[in-house]
Nanobody, 124 residues
Framework: QVQLVESGGGLVQAGGSLRLSCAAS????????MGWFRQAPGKEREFVAT????????AYADSVKGRFTISRDNAKNTVYLQMNSLKPEDSAVYYC?????????????????WGQGTQVTVSS
């Protein structure tokens, strides 16, 4: 069982930046593909970004491409989401997730474990 704890959310003005962190309890963290998803009120949870076990391969939703960067530090069992040029439509609860390495990582069903989420609110 992998426990994931997100942090770094908060309130920021449009155009600002935040960095989310997700700390994993599992010592074999480097075996997992990691992903970030988000869910706004009244909407379905949607894919944001994913990163493979080595950090060498990433993918992003079109809505965040060029503004968000996913990265990981396997020595610290942590995955990050750097969010720049934030927009009000980025407001949501952001969740990190862990799944097997041999998946594309853009679907919720690709992941086994989920964190509790961290709120990001972007004011206009």
């Amino acid at each position: 069982q992998v426990q994931l704890v997100e942090s770094g959310g908060g309130l920021v003005q449009a155009g600002g930046s935040l960095r989310l962190s997700c700390a994993a309890s599992e010592r074999t963290f480097s075996n997992y593909r990691m992903g970030w998803f988000r869910q706004a009120p009244g909407k379905e949870r949607e894919f944001v970004a994913t990163i493979d076990w080595s950090g060498g391969s990433t993918a992003y939703a079109d809505s965040v491409k060029g503004r968000f960067t996913i990265s990981r530090d396997n020595a610290k069992n942590t995955v990050y989401l750097q969010m720049n040029s934030l927009k009000p439509e980025d407001s949501a609860v952001y969740y990190c997730a862990a799944g097997p390495s041999a998946v594309a990582g853009i679907k919720m069903s690709d992941y086994y474990y989920w964190g509790q989420g961290t709120q990001v609110t972007v004011s206009s």
